[in-house]
Structures are given as C-alpha cells and as structure tokens.
C-alpha cells in the first residue's frame, strides 16, 4: 500500500465551485505539505504543516486553505475555484528533525473549466 | 526568488549518451537532495548529500556535492530511456527549516 496517498486523483471542475483535495499518511510523519506544479514551472508550496496544531503559508497560498485534521490527514481546499489553479496538486511528508526528504503522493490533476 | 538555479531547463539525448545537470545557488546548504518524477507521478527521492565534495553513485547516476556547499551536479553515464522524467534538486539549511526545490531540467532520452 501507499505511504502517502490523494484523493481523488482526477477532478474537472466549473469555475466558482468549492474543491477539497485530500492527502492521508501512514509514514507517521508530522510535517506535510501541499505543493502545486504547472508546466515548466516545478514545484511551488501552497502551504505546509509542522504538527497538527501548525499551518503556515507557502509562497502561492492566495486562493487556497487548508486544514490538518490529524497527523495523518492534510486537506487543501479552493474556496472559489478558477481557470488559473488549473495544475497538478502534490502533498508529501518529510520525518521532523531531519534533513527534510520529502515523501511525494500521486498527486491530483484538477482541471478548472 | 529562486534560490536555486537548475541546468539545463530541458536536455533531449540519443540512448547512450552521457549527460550533465546542475543545481547552482548563491546560498549555502547544510545537504542537498535530488528527486526524479516520472509522468504522472509523484517526485521520488533518488539521494542526499550532505559533506562538501561528497560523490554519491547510484548505478549509472553519480551526484556530488560542491566543496562550500552551494552547487550540486548529476551526471548520467550511458542514459537510457528509463532515465527519461523531471529531475529536481532541493535544499536543506538544516535545523527545522524546510526544503528549497530547484526549477527542475527536463530529461527525454531517445531509443
């Protein structure tokens, strides 16, 4: 089984409608992150997570929250989905105190209409 | 701001040739991590390096880190098109600091 999984892994969806994206963990690590990847572009942090009770913004968080339900579970949500958020969105996991190796999921392709 | 600088962005080779990427920066890392994704999938962890002037290899792959910390490369030996995917480093500043992915080279190789 996956160590890091998302759900779902394909969405379409109409501009102005509300979208949660869902990452679950069995690693047992308390940091999780959500990154966002469009072409040419690699990767850009939304936000991240150090424990249950810690939620900071990454560089592109405008248009996005998030939630840390339990250290497993790490949700982002698109209040008011746009064409532009159009991407591939990644949550991965990473062991507190080390080097900050990260643990990818699949990812979701959200495509926005 | 970009604080790290991958080269090439995109590299398109023949099935055996040897090939380069860089990962450069004008800060200093306590280690430097390397990932591949595949279409489709998530970025996968290939290796970490941690000491100035460390060479890893990892069959065909060899990574070394530069002596003041700041620069990585990757080298591919006899590349095969099962190397073909997104090549990423990230850097750690050690501590509860979190990672700095680079912009990422792009790698095809062709049969």
């Known amino acids: 089984d996956a160590d890091v999984t998302q759900t779902p892994r394909n969405r379409i969806t109409k501009t102005g409608k509300r979208i949660m994206l869902e990452c679950s963990q069995t690693k047992g690590h308390d940091r999780m992150y959500w990154y966002r990847q469009d072409p040419g572009l690699g990767l850009r942090l939304i936000y991240y997570s150090f424990d249950v009770k810690d939620i900071n913004k990454g560089e592109i968080s405008d248009g996005y929250s998030v939630s840390r339900q339990a250290q497993a579970k790490f949700s982002l949500s698109l209040e008011s989905a746009i064409p532009n958020q159009t991407a591939l969105y990644f949550c991965?996991?990473?062991?507190?105190?080390?080097?900050?190796?990260?643990?990818f999921g699949p990812g979701t392709r959200l495509t926005v209409l | 701001t970009q604080l790290l600088e991958q080269s090439p962005q995109f590299l398109s080779i023949q099935e055996g040739e040897n090939l380069t990427v860089y990962c450069n920066s004008s800060s200093v890392f306590s280690s430097l991590q390397w990932y591949r994704q595949e279409p489709g999938e998530g970025p996968v962890l290939l290796v970490t390096?941690?000491?100035?002037?460390e060479v890893k290899k990892l069959k065909r792959l060899t990574f070394q880190f530069g002596d003041a910390r700041k620069d990585s490369s990757l080298h591919i030996t006899a590349a095969q098109p099962g190397d073909t995917g997104l090549y990423l480093c990230?850097?750690?500043?050690?501590?509860?600091?979190?990672?700095?992915f680079g912009t990422g080279t792009k790698l095809q190789v062709i049969p």
């Open positions: 390096v941690v000491t100035g002037g």
């Open positions: 990230a850097g750690h500043r050690g501590g509860y600091q979190k990672v700095t």
């Open positions: 991965a996991t990473s062991d507190l105190g080390g080097r900050d190796e990260q643990f």
